[in-house]
């Protein structure tokens, strides 16, 4: 397993963040314009001093990568920009965008609100159980981490968790229903 290191970021414009570099050394990898991001999640590589490092996806920040300003392989300095980040694509402006960009944009997702998506394809469950009540209900504060729901791929269960704490506005999908990998499943308003 490699290690992994935290970008920086920059603090949020109109919705919009940059995130930097942690330290001196060479891009090795970058994600596409149109990449969603979550907090926690491997973003892109850095080598620094001969090892490899993944970097992470800061507390916070989310949403999709609207450009890509360091293009690997390429030397970086601390602080330098290497991708910048919207909320739901608010400011891809011509820039060329992947599938999942376009999508976002299409589904007006409301100012100030975050789509929390499936992972994978799979059947979508709101409850641990049949008998048991839901993980949320719409209007849930709700905290970083929380169990939303559950997707279901051959018999794993793949838990689907907040990505900061908030409130939960919106549950998007019915129990039990088929979702598609990037298909939005709740709106979520971030504190």
Not at 42 to 71: C, S, W
Not at 124 to 149: H, M, N, Q, S, W
């Amino acid at each position: 397993m490699r290690d992994t290191i935290q970008a920086k970021a920059t603090e949020p414009v109109d919705g919009v963040r940059e995130l930097t570099s942690p330290a001196v050394g060479r891009l090795t990898a970058a994600p596409a314009a149109g990449t969603i991001l979550s907090p926690g999640e491997p973003f892109a590589e850095l080598r620094i001093l001969r090892r490899n490092y993944d970097l992470v996806v800061p507390d916070g920040v989310y949403g999709i990568v609207a450009e890509v300003a360091a293009k690997p392989p390429v030397g970086v300095a601390y602080g330098d920009v290497l991708v910048t980040v919207s909320r739901e694509a608010a400011a891809l402006q011509g820039g060329e965008a992947g599938p999942a960009a376009a999508s976002a944009v299409e589904e007006n997702i409301p100012e100030g609100m975050v789509a929390v998506r499936a992972q994978t394809d799979g059947i979508f469950y709101r409850r641990p159980a049949p008998d048991e009540p839901p993980f949320v209900e719409d209007g849930t504060e709700i905290e970083r981490g929380k169990v939303l729901g559950l997707v279901e791929v051959m018999k794993c269960f793949n838990q689907v968790q907040a990505p900061d704490a908030g409130r939960l506005v919106k549950v998007l999908v019915d129990d039990a229903g088929e979702v598609k990998n990037n298909q939005p499943l709740f709106l979520f308003e971030p504190r």
